[in-house]
């Protein structure tokens, strides 16, 4: 009686541990409902409004699966590349990150470190379909996953057959003042500043992995953190010990990025930063060759 009493207990755990919420959004036992609501490609976007980014709450630390993840808190229009995926039925109903209840059926999403909330343009590259959704989650938890959409969002950016490529910009709150947010851009490459043009080009995911390569430092410029164009943020900290810890990490195996670095403060946090890039493409090849080295790079544009 006693081993039926203490299998019934076991048995009794497995089930609640089932019943907890996966700390990935996106998963294969998610899934649409069976009667989903008629016309919701006609759902209106969300509409941004400036909402203060809050310290704590879901913009503290956590940890998921032994990684440790640490929210952004200031106010950039952030751009990433990366896979989507998608939430349905198995959270919907449930609260979010942020205390709000999740809506499949809303204009939302889930991002890992962006401020919540916060609003951002998705775009799918495959079929140039936008849309402006509002980030009250966190998520998603996969190498590689760059947001996790409403079942809605993916339904109108034609997503909600599986994983796809995605390119994805946080508005800033002076952009949503400026009502910027309600055109696509106009200009999606920034030119580097004037004092930066004679730099060499960006090294490619090829001189990343060859320390060996050459290095930029016979022609590189200085160049200001508060200069125009795209730059790699690489992380930023309170303490500016964390900064310099970095930044010597990465000129010790890279030494030719170097001249490319530079550590400033801004609103309360030391940043380092890599850059200017005078292409997209180039700043993408360099935050790609980054994170294959496990590193975790934003792409800020800096007007």
Same mark, same amino acid.
């Given at each position: 009686?006693?081993?039926?009493?203490?299998?019934?207990?076991?048995?009794?755990?497995?089930?609640?541990?089932?019943?907890?919420?996966?700390?990935?959004?996106?998963?294969?036992?998610?899934?649409?409902?069976?009667?989903?609501?008629?016309?919701?490609?006609?759902?209106?976007?969300?509409?941004?409004?400036?909402?203060?980014?809050?310290?704590?709450?879901?913009?503290?630390?956590?940890?998921?699966?032994?990684?440790?993840?640490?929210?952004?808190?200031?106010?950039?229009?952030?751009?990433?590349?990366?896979?989507?995926?998608?939430?349905?039925?198995?959270?919907?109903?449930?609260?979010?990150?942020?205390?709000?209840?999740?809506?499949?059926?809303?204009?939302?999403?889930?991002?890992?470190?962006?401020?919540?909330?916060?609003?951002?343009?998705?775009?799918?590259?495959?079929?140039?379909?936008?849309?402006?959704?509002?980030?009250?989650?966190?998520?998603?938890?996969?190498?590689?996953?760059?947001?996790?959409?409403?079942?809605?969002?993916?339904?109108?950016?034609?997503?909600?057959?599986?994983?796809?490529?995605?390119?994805?910009?946080?508005?800033?709150?002076?952009?949503?003042?400026?009502?910027?947010?309600?055109?696509?851009?106009?200009?999606?490459?920034?030119?580097?500043?004037?004092?930066?043009?004679?730099?060499?080009? /960006? =090294?490619?995911?090829?001189?990343? #992995? &060859?320390?060996?390569?050459?290095? @930029?430092?016979?022609?590189?410029? %200085?160049? *200001?953190?508060?200069?125009?164009?795209?730059?790699?943020?690489?992380?930023?900290?309170?303490?500016?010990?964390?900064?310099?810890?970095?930044?010597?990490?990465?000129?010790?195996?890279?030494?030719?990025? /170097? =001249?490319?670095?530079?550590?400033? #403060? &801004?609103?309360?946090?030391?940043? @380092?930063?890599?850059?200017?890039? %005078?292409? *997209?493409?180039?700043?993408?090849?360099?935050?790609?060759?980054?994170?294959?080295?496990?590193?975790?790079?934003?792409?800020?544009?800096?007007?």
């Amino acid at each position: 009686m006693r081993c039926l009493a203490l299998l019934a207990l076991l048995l009794l755990a497995l089930l609640q541990g089932c019943a907890t919420r996966s700390p990935s959004p996106g998963s294969e036992r998610d899934g649409p409902e069976a009667s989903p609501p008629r016309y919701l490609d006609q759902v209106p976007d969300a509409v941004p409004r400036v909402e203060p980014i809050r310290l704590g709450g879901p913009n503290k630390p956590y940890e998921v699966l032994g990684e440790r993840y640490v929210p952004l808190l200031e106010d950039l229009p952030y751009e990433e590349q990366g896979l989507a995926s998608w939430y349905g039925k198995k959270f919907h109903g449930r609260r979010t990150a942020s205390g709000e209840t999740y809506n499949m059926y809303a204009m939302s999403a889930a991002h890992p470190r962006w401020p919540l909330p916060s609003y951002a343009r998705v775009r799918n590259p495959a079929n140039g379909r936008e849309v402006i959704v509002r980030v009250n989650d966190r998520g998603p938890f996969h190498r590689g996953r760059v947001i996790d959409l409403s079942y809605t969002a993916a339904l109108k950016l034609d997503l909600l057959r599986g994983v796809a490529p995605v390119e994805i910009r946080r508005l800033s709150f002076d952009e949503i003042r400026a009502g910027r947010w309600s055109r696509p851009e106009t200009d999606p490459v920034l030119a580097a500043p004037a004092d930066a043009a004679a730099a060499p080009p /960006a =090294p490619t995911t090829e001189d990343l #992995r &060859d320390p060996e390569s050459k290095p @930029l430092a016979e022609a590189a410029p %200085e160049v *200001r953190a508060a200069s125009r164009g795209l730059w790699l943020q690489l992380g930023a900290f309170r303490q500016l010990e964390g900064v310099l810890a970095l930044k010597e990490k990465i000129q010790t195996r890279w030494p030719e990025l /170097a =001249p490319l670095l530079t550590s400033y #403060r &801004d609103r309360g946090l030391n940043r @380092l930063q890599l850059g200017p890039f %005078e292409t *997209r493409e180039q700043a993408e090849a360099q935050a790609q060759a980054l994170r294959e080295a496990g590193y975790s790079p934003l792409l800020v544009r800096r007007p």
